[in-house]
């Protein structure tokens, strides 16, 4: 595709968008650009204050809502507050390589965060999303081993890197999944990467690793704006074949371009094996 950019966004003046994480980085530019096209954009925020600060520098189309995806019962409120068709879900939000922890509900703190709080949210939402659900995982999912067995960690020694790749691979396991069990219907479900973006995701480490990924980003980070690009794509475009994967087109920087993930992110039985544990796991089954 020739260089899309946000200029090529059409008006969003009659759709709803919905965006996790959307007061900082990929997610706040993500959020900008829908409303700056005319959208209804709903930020949902684990920290509200952030969140309302973000939307102080958008257009006057955006709202803040509550959502903490480490915690199930902030997700099932969230949900229920949505009484109106959505056109885009975007999961965006995300953790990584955080020190050892678990959410509310248990899970270990990436898994629980990254997948399945995402994986809870679009099942309690996807009878109102009449557009797309859109993914974003990261180009870390190549490294990813989803381990079924001890998805949570509870056997195996924490590695907060692996902990992070499964779960960015889970994110796609999830999209395409999804994409296969929407087959028969208007709705799609994308997948997306921003590649090398500079964001505090990286920061939180809580090692020497933070100082590290900051000279990184300083150096040779693209912008969250242009991270958000491939996401605005997906959420945007009308004639993206479901199940598509969007990332930047010189695999870590540049302008979108649809690709392809990693072998490991097709795996269909994997998929579905992952899709049944994340039911069992949050207590949530989609209605198709």
């Not at 102080?56 to 902030?74: G, Y």
């Not at 990813?144 to 692996?162: A, I, M, P, S």
């Amino acid at each position: 595709m020739a260089k899309w950019t946000v200029a090529d966004i059409p008006d969003q003046s009659t759709r709803t968008v919905i965006v996790t994480g959307a007061n900082s980085g990929v997610g706040l530019a993500t959020a900008q650009a829908m409303a700056a096209a005319g959208a209804r954009v709903i930020l949902a925020c684990r920290n509200v204050d952030k969140g309302k600060a973000a939307a102080a520098i958008m257009a006057d189309t955006v709202e803040v809502r509550a959502l903490d995806l480490a915690n199930l019962a902030s997700v099932h409120e969230f949900a229920a507050s949505i009484d109106e068709p959505v056109d885009v879900l975007v999961n965006n939000a995300g953790v990584m390589a955080v020190p050892y922890r678990r959410t509310a509900d248990g899970f270990e703190m990436q898994t629980g965060t990254n997948h399945l709080g995402h994986f809870a949210l679009t099942g309690l939402l996807l009878d109102r999303v009449r557009g797309c659900v859109v993914t974003v995982s990261s180009s870390f999912h190549w490294f990813g081993r989803v381990d079924v067995d001890d998805l949570n960690w509870e056997r195996r020694r924490y590695r907060r890197w692996l902990a992070y790749e499964q779960s960015k691979l889970a994110n796609l396991l999830f999209a395409y999944e999804l994409a296969r069990r929407l087959t028969d219907s208007p709705t799609k479900s994308y997948a997306t990467h921003p590649g090398y973006v500079s964001t505090n995701l990286m920061s939180h480490t809580e090692t020497m690793l933070d100082s590290v990924m900051a000279l990184g980003n300083r150096l040779f980070a693209q912008s969250p704006a242009m991270g958000a690009l491939p996401t605005l794509y997906a959420a945007t475009a009308d004639d993206l074949p479901n199940g598509s994967f969007i990332g930047p087109a010189r695999l870590m920087w540049g302008h979108p371009a649809v690709t392809r993930s990693s072998p490991a992110s097709y795996d269909r039985e994997k998929a579905a094996a992952l899709w049944s544990l994340s039911e069992k796991l949050t207590d949530v089954t989609f209605s198709f």
